[in-house]
């Protein structure tokens, strides 16, 4: 079932729910009767989440504008060793 928006001259905008592609272009008004012409509204979309969309972002400029590596990344440094000291005579890589 879609909901179609119309809107009577008189009464205002309501809704109608019907199954998809049978709307009519007009509808008798609920109230008064007269016929009300259908207003097209735009699709109800979800918003994409902050994440995808900077990632779609990215992506998109990557495409035409790809970014230039000067130089090579630092070295991550390693994390410090656990305070137990049972793990001090472990060997290492």
Known sequence: MATYA???A???????RRPIGTAGPA?????CGAPAP??????????T???EGRA???QEAAAHEPQVVR???????????????????LPRP
Request: a positive charge; hydrophobic letters at 30%; proline letters at 22%.
């Open 10 to 16: 008189d009464c205002g905008p309501f809704e109608v």
């Open 56 to 58: 779609r972002q990215a």
């Open 27 to 31: 509808e008798p008004c609920a109230a």
């Open 38 to 47: 259908r207003r097209y509204t735009p699709p109800l979309l979800a918003r």
């Open 71 to 89: 130089h090579v990344p630092a070295a991550r440094s390693r994390p410090a060793p656990p305070p137990d000291p049972r793990w001090a005579g």
């Open 6 to 8: 119309y809107h009577c």
């Open 49 to 51: 989440p902050a994440a």
